[in-house]
């Protein structure tokens, strides 16, 4: 192992880390969100209620950036007009454009701005993002090998050798942002519908090859309410992920600035914590998508489970947390 590269001041970063070169990328650099740029001190602030995020969010990148569509995201391949693909938000947030080795040296070099309990590749839609996250991998399980590492995949481009091979070099989680649970959402927001690439039945593919390559609880898919079904449909996926073996990470959708769907509602508020208790209940109470009862419109109506039981969970907060891939102390309860 050579020697740990030194750690640059933060003054290196400020002036210019949202503007990217062509030569930056992966996988001598990555995008990480700005909670981690905060943990790790590269970039100036506070979070709210806490000194720092357990889970390192790491991002491939590539000046020409992803060549995925999809509706919803401030990374797709629509969003060309911004000055740079770096400047580009995801998830409603920036992602600093970082090296590689120095996020490994900030971790290894540890104390508050180090205690990550898991890390996060995401990949994105680009021809290189396969063997650049094998890349990325190999090295943080050589260097760190004490921090479990999950993968956000691109079913896209991915084969099931590419998952046995993932496994084999040591990701532990394996996930699939699924994101739209129709076959008409799907297509409609990231398939042809918008001149994207992705479809319906790969990821599925990709889904039941993660159940059968990674096993149970070693697996998950992002979905993302609302963008146009109902809590009847999101919770019917949700059972059938779980009864695959893997669990759900829901997010509520919100109109990411530039996105073609910036001009959508954010997600109601009372169908989010309905669908967030529900996947709760699906995901770590036993509870199941056919013991509930919905109205007319989809929504729930009963949850299926006891009201005592149902009060205890309401009282435990547990069900409105993020949820994600484990952190290291309670698996209910993402990192
Ligand atoms: S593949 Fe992922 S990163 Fe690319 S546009 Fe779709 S959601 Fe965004």
Redesign the pocket.
Same mark, same amino acid.
């Given at each position: 192992m050579g020697a740990a590269p030194q750690v640059q001041p933060l003054e290196f970063y400020r002036p210019n880390y949202h503007v990217k070169t062509p030569a930056m990328r992966s996988p001598d650099y990555i995008q990480m969100s700005t909670a981690a740029a905060i943990t790790l001190g590269l970039v100036p602030g506070k979070m709210h209620r806490t000194s720092c995020t357990n889970c390192l969010n790491l991002?491939v990148t590539y000046p020409e950036?992803?060549?995925?569509?999809?509706a919803?995201?401030?990374?797709?391949?629509h969003r060309e007009e911004a000055r740079d693909y770096a400047d580009r938000n995801?998830i409603r947030v920036d992602w600093p454009t970082v090296r590689y080795d120095e996020v490994i040296a900030r971790v290894k070099a540890g104390g508050d701005r180090g205690q990550f309990q898991r890390m996060c590749i /995401?990949?994105?839609?680009h021809p290189n993002s396969n063997d650049d996250t094998f890349v990325l991998l190999g090295k943080w399980v050589r260097e760190l090998p004490e921090i479990p590492v999950s993968i956000l995949s691109?079913p896209?481009t991915l084969e099931k050798a590419d998952l046995v091979r993932l496994k084999e070099m040591g990701a532990e989680i394996f996930t699939v942002?699924l994101?739209a649970v129709t076959p008409e959402i799907f297509d409609r927001t990231?398939g042809s519908g918008v001149d /994207?690439p992705?479809k319906w039945e790969k990821y599925w593919q990709a889904i039941e090859w993660a159940a059968e390559v990674f096993g149970p609880e070693r697996f998950g898919a992002h979905l993302i309410c609302v963008m146009g079904e109902t809590e009847r449909e999101i919770l019917d996926v949700a059972q059938k992920i779980r009864d695959l073996g893997g669990h759900n990470h829901m997010f509520a959708f919100f109109p990411e600035r530039g996105s073609l769907m910036e001009d959508w509602p954010a997600c109601d508020r009372g169908q989010w914590r309905r669908v967030q208790l529900a996947r709760f209940i699906i995901d770590y109470f036993g509870g199941r998508f056919e013991d509930m009862l919905f109205d007319d419109a989809g929504r729930v109506i009963d949850f299926g489970i006891p009201e005592d039981d149902l009060e205890a969970l309401l009282d435990s907060g547990k069900p409105f947390r993020t949820s994600g891939c484990p952190g290291k102390d309670d698996t209910e309860v993402s990192a």
């Open positions: 991002l950036g992803c060549r995925a569509n999809c919803y995201c401030g990374l797709a391949r995801f /995401s990949m994105i839609t691109n896209t942002a994101d990231r /994207s992705h």
